[in-house]
């Protein structure tokens, strides 16, 4: 009744709201009807496009909650009298000077000096060496010395400029292969497309060695790794690209599942061992499995019988306690992998931040509150009453997700209980708004990952910066499809995670391939450069 007085020219009946309520559950049934009917349809048009290899357009909008409004209040607009332009070239390094003189000076001026002019050009041209390699020979004749190339010229017909340019032009600039060499062919550089091919994928096993390392420092450093993950394809097969990152770093690599177990092996970098230790039994006490598997694995820990080399190992052990049930086998492999990382060095205390897939529910899971905002989001109101109640709680939404931004800001244990409290009034039902109080429920469910903030005040509030860093990766499947070499998934999975780390470090993408494809190494390894950040940022 308290509803349907905010409706106006609704007068107030004790004999009418039995049936005033009849024609509420009525219209919320048909309504949640006609929306059930429409996203089948939504389903369908999507499957037809499928068939017809047509663009399936996003429907999900982007997030308001960082706007410095509430979203039931119009923005208001930019102040232009403060705002001042910035100086672009006062920080350009100057490569020449060239003195211009003046025309139909009168007699008897004299010279003041010069007015300086900044102009910005670019130099795109071949430039072909022959290299003239000094041959002597013995003073018999029999024996022949010839002089060596520089260790970055050897075995190869192309100069180290025109390879990044080409690994450049296609990881960074999104090129692809045959128009770079129509480019190219353009400039007067004859190569062939599996030549470039060649340069984008083959013998590049420093550059995956130090994407390697990404993973392994962002591990030791960071208190939190973002996640998420995307379609790939590769072998034409589909497979699924895992996105981990943090301020420091992007890891990018490809494999056909996305499941807990793939997520955790990613964790355990190309280790193959399965350990039975503490953290291994407390993860199988937290999934709830029977007690026998628990005191099986538990005897084993205490008789030393703790690492299993390999996966044959693993499923050897399985088959002698016969482990057989399929939920069980895959917990307990989840859980002798958590062993191997914490063996090595990982902190279970590590928050890992994710939209909400399951794959990444382990350790401290932190979520994202811009997708907890999505199903509000997408709530229909069919009456006055129902957009009232839905602005409400969509201002509580903003307003609390405004005051934990700040809590970051500024940690004050003593404000935590509030927001605490605040949350749970957010969650609290409505009456006569049913779907609405689903969603409300469902949030609810999701406080504790949702409040980690709380207690560990350097925890991200959303994902944004992994939707960011994987969109390249969707950007690249559409350019070039999928990848058909092991070769070929790995140089991308790896310059896509240098590059996108070279961005968040400062350092010009360019100048990195310049430096390690001439062998300088005058930039430090990319995990030095990540350590020295994350030093210069706790000073």
């Not at 004859?190 to 420093?206: A, P």
């Not at 399985?318 to 060095?345: D, M, P, S, V």
């Not at 070279?502 to 430090?524: A, H, T, V």
Request: aromatic residues 8%; glycine residues 6%.
């Amino acid at each position: 009744m308290k509803e349907t007085q905010n409706i106006p020219g609704f007068k107030p009946s004790l004999a009418a709201e039995p049936y005033v309520q009849h024609l509420h559950s009525l219209v919320y049934s048909l309504s949640e009807r006609l929306e059930a009917q429409d996203k089948k349809i939504a389903e369908l048009e999507a499957e037809i496009r499928r068939l017809k290899n047509l663009p399936r357009k996003p429907d999900i909008k982007p997030s308001k909650l960082d706007e410095g409004t509430p979203p039931t209040e119009k923005p208001k607009k930019k102040d232009k009298k403060n705002w001042t332009k910035s100086k672009k070239k006062a920080n350009l390094e100057i490569h020449e000077q060239r003195p211009v003189k003046a025309e139909q000076v009168p007699p008897n001026w004299q010279f003041a000096g010069y007015k300086s002019h900044l102009v910005q050009d670019f130099i795109v041209r071949a430039n072909n060496i022959e290299y003239q390699l000094e041959v002597w020979k013995s003073p018999d004749g029999k024996e022949e010395l010839t002089a060596t190339l520089p260790g970055h010229l050897q075995n190869t017909d192309f100069g180290p400029i025109l390879k990044g340019y080409i690994l450049h032009q296609y990881n960074e600039c999104g090129v692809s292969q045959a128009l770079i060499q129509s480019s190219l062919k353009d400039f007067g550089v004859q190569i062939s497309g599996g030549q470039i091919n060649n340069i984008l994928i083959e013998d590049k096993e420093g550059f995956h060695g130090e994407k390697e390392s990404l993973l392994t420092k962002g591990i030791e450093l960071g208190e939190e790794l973002k996640t998420d993950d995307t379609g790939a394809r590769h072998q034409f097969k589909n497979g699924f690209c895992n996105c981990i990152n943090s301020p420091l770093f992007t890891y990018f690599t490809t494999t056909y599942s996305k499941s807990r177990i793939n997520f955790l092996e990613i964790l355990r970098q190309g280790r193959t061992d399965y350990t039975i230790n503490q953290a291994a039994l407390d993860y199988i006490e937290k999934e709830k499995l029977p007690p026998k598997y628990y005191n099986i694995l538990f005897q084993s820990h205490e008789k030393g019988q703790r690492v299993l080399e390999d996966k044959a190992e693993l499923a050897a052990y399985c088959a002698k306690h016969n482990f057989k049930a399929q939920y069980a086998l895959r917990t307990i492999t989840e859980a002798l992998l958590i062993g191997t990382l914490t063996e090595h060095g990982f902190d279970p205390g590590t928050v890992i931040h994710s939209d909400g897939a399951g794959q990444f529910n382990l350790f401290v899971h932190a979520l994202c509150w811009k997708h907890a905002e999505r199903p509000l989001v997408k709530l229909k109101c069919y009456n006055p009453v129902q957009q009232n109640l839905w602005d409400e709680k969509m201002t509580a939404y903003w307003s609390l997700y405004q005051q934990l931004k700040r809590f970051k800001l500024d940690p004050d244990p003593a404000l935590a209980d509030g927001l605490d409290k605040q949350f749970d009034g957010l969650c609290e039902p409505v009456i006569n708004f049913s779907s609405l109080n689903r969603v409300l429920e469902e949030l609810k469910a999701k406080k504790q990952q949702l409040l980690v903030v709380l207690t560990r005040p350097g925890t991200s509030l959303h994902n944004n910066d992994s939707e960011r860093d994987i969109r390249e990766y969707a950007k690249r499947r559409k350019l070039s499809a999928g990848t058909r070499s092991e070769n070929g998934r790995k140089a991308r999975d790896t310059f896509l995670s240098l590059k996108k780390t070279c961005r968040k470090l400062g350092i010009s993408f360019w100048e990195y391939l310049l430096d390690r494809l001439q062998g300088k190494n005058e930039i430090p390894p990319l995990s030095l450069v990540m350590e020295q950040k994350s030093m210069t940022a706790m000073a």
